[in-house]
């Protein structure tokens, strides 16, 4: 058998031959003079701003790839670009509150033509929006009234919520519509929802090995079963499955058996998280399989049971990159800031697990992630000059990154804890028991009146808004 076969796209460039001393110290002075005004503004750690000491010395296209995101982050994450401002004693530039905020106002107008390819999306957009709204303390009901006339004729009477109307009922657009409802809160957003044929919908969508479909006919994957727990939760749907459904014949009994073993299969090589058996480790299925495990129990009960937590913690940390401190979706891959919430997100859970029974509310005093790391590469390298924020230097801002960059930084400004008493004493209980306090990680090199406000860590969306739309739901149990 041959050894060799296609030529890898690799090189080994020269610049590890060492370099003459003389030259060294007249490149030094050279550099010193000319790079003054790239020098870093004052307060920044030197770990922040400079390339890693040891770098590999084998060059693939993805460790070029690698290099040109430090470079283009470099100027930010030294707070030397020139759109960058307000800074403070930790050169960290503020959170542009004013303009986020119009940004977010104007995605939730009509969408011109040319936003066709998210017209599977609306129910999304509307709950990124919302969502980073409430963040920035913006009061969510104002807008009930257009949110329930925009998500109305996206539900189907065979149950769950379309991406637009006249489309097949998905999860994900299910789970945006009712976050979204959540945020509007009331009786008439509450009341909108089909909640018996959305149990005979996910039952239907429940699958023998555990797992969830998407939709009908769709693909099965940690999406999916964290959208459907979610839906379940805080709709207070019955866990038994709905009659008829394959799932219960045969063999299951309910919504959640088999489900974290679905998930613990899930679980790779790498110690991440995938969105099926057997694919590669993704930041965004990792969030997804935390939460909803945390759905299904307490996290210090039901994470060490069904995860090589060690080895997730390893592959989780490996995700944050040095200096740019944003966190990456993948190995080999690059910083973005929608990784703040997917990977982000999931330390507060993890946190929760390790420090074990509710009620410990004293924040822990170090973190097991760098928050200033994570701080610096948001607030210097995301944040759109006209508002809005973005995957990294160099992108476009939208609304999917302004709402995930912001829960990330709401997660590292925020300690999320569990407590004994939940609003709720029903299925899912431990879910409604989650607590915040400011985080006193001395991390926290933000200006205080950049705190942004707390999200549920399992729901993103504010505590009260989960919790209203779970107890309404208990107060109309559904008859099986
Ligand atoms: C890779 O994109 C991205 C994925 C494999 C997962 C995408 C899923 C989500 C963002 C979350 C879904 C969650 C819910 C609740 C619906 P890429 O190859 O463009 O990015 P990368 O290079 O950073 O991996
Ligand atoms: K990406
Ligand atoms: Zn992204």
């Known amino acids: 058998m041959p050894l060799i076969g296609k030529p890898r796209k690799v090189r080994f460039p020269n610049a590890q031959k060492p370099t003459p001393t003389s030259t060294l110290a007249s490149t030094k002075k050279t550099m010193s003079t000319a790079t003054d005004s790239n020098q870093p503004r004052p307060g920044i750690p030197a770990l922040f701003t400079q390339p890693p000491p040891i770098r590999d010395p084998l060059i693939t296209e993805t460790i070029d ?6 470079e283009k982050c470099l100027p930010f994450l030294k707070g030397i670009h020139s759109t960058q ?20 106002y104007d995605a939730l107008e009509d969408y011109p033509e040319g936003f066709v390819a998210m ?26 009234e257009r949110v329930i006339t925009t998500l109305r004729p996206m539900q189907n009477p065979t149950g769950g919520f379309g991406g637009g109307h006249g489309q097949t009922s998905h999860l994900a657009g299910s789970y945006a519509a009712i ?15 089909d909640r018996n044929a959305m149990w005979q919908w996910i039952s239907r969508l429940k699958q023998r090995d555990g797992g969830f479909r998407v939709c009908e006919g769709g693909e099965e994957d940690v999406r999916g079963a964290y959208c459907a727990m979610t839906l379940i939760s805080l709709l207070d749907l019955p866990l038994t499955l709905a ?8 063999g299951l009994e309910s919504l959640t058996s088999g489900l974290p073993e679905y ?26 399989a935390l939460a909803c495990l945390s759905i299904v129990g307490p996290p210090e009960e039901i994470f060490n049971r069904h995860m090589d937590i060690p080895l997730l913690v390893s592959w989780l940390s490996a995700r944050q990159s040095a200096p740019e401190g944003g966190l990456s979706g993948r190995t080999n891959k690059l910083v973005d800031g929608c990784y703040s919430h997917w990977v982000g997100g999931c330390w507060p859970l993890l946190e929760s697990s390790l420090e074990g029974k509710p ?4 924040p822990p005093a170090n973190s097991l992630f760098s928050r200033e790391g994570l701080t610096r590469y948001i607030l210097g390298c995301c944040q759109g000059v ?9 992108k476009y801002v939208d609304s999917y990154h302004t709402c995930y960059v912001m829960a990330g930084l709401s997660a590292t400004q925020n300690h999320h804890y569990r407590t004994d008493s939940s609003v709720s004493s029903g299925n899912f209980s431990s879910s409604f028991s989650w607590k915040t306090s400011p985080s006193r990680d001395p991390g926290n090199v933000f200006s205080r009146g950049d705190r942004l406000e707390p999200m549920h860590p399992l729901y993103v969306i504010p505590h009260k808004a989960a919790e209203k739309m779970r107890l309404w739901s208990e107060t109309q149990p559904l008859t099986v």
Not at 386 to 394: M, V, Y
């Open 65 to 70: 790839l690698q290099n040109a995101t430090l």
């Open 85 to 104: 401002k307000d800074f403070n004693k930790h050169g960290v530039p503020a959170l542009q509150r004013d303009i986020h905020t119009g940004f977010l």
């Open 119 to 144: 017209d599977a999306s609306r129910p999304w957009i509307v709950y990124w929006a919302l969502a980073g709204l409430a963040m920035l303390g913006e009061e969510t009901t104002r807008f009930r």
């Open 179 to 193: 976050l979204s409802l959540a945020m509007v809160g009331g009786e008439e957003a509450f009341g909108l929802v």
């Open 243 to 250: 009659p008829g459904s394959q799932a219960r014949e045969a």
């Open 263 to 288: 998930l613990s299969r899930c679980q790779t090589f790498e110690g991440g998280i995938s969105g099926s058996p057997g694919s590669e480790a993704h930041g965004a299925y990792a969030f997804c």
């Open 359 to 362: 009620d410990n509310t004293e």
């Open 386 to 394: 006209d508002g809005g924020l973005r995957d990294k230097p160099g």
